[in-house]
């Protein structure tokens, strides 16, 4: 994860999201910074991230279908 995503995620209070338990996106507000696509499963480049969407499959997420990554429960 870039320094910048790292920076924004401690400081704004982002929830990590799961797309049916695939992927990994941050939940700040009302947008979705995508860093691992469901689709294609690739780890995705931070100018995409930031934007939303996979850089490579243009995968864009919906928030709908976004749901909170569960922690703990081992």
């Not at 979705?32 to 995409?48: F, H, M």
């Not at 934007?51 to 279908?65: L, T």
């Amino acid at each position: 994860m870039s320094d910048r995503l790292r920076d924004r995620r401690a400081g704004d209070e982002a929830t990590e999201v799961t797309f049916r338990g695939r992927g990994l996106a941050l939940r700040s507000g009302g947008r979705l910074i995508l860093l691992v696509c469901p689709l294609c499963s690739q780890r995705n480049a931070s100018r995409g991230a930031e934007r939303g969407i996979c850089e490579w499959c243009a995968y864009v997420p919906s928030q709908d279908q976004a749901e909170p990554v569960e922690r703990g429960a081992v």
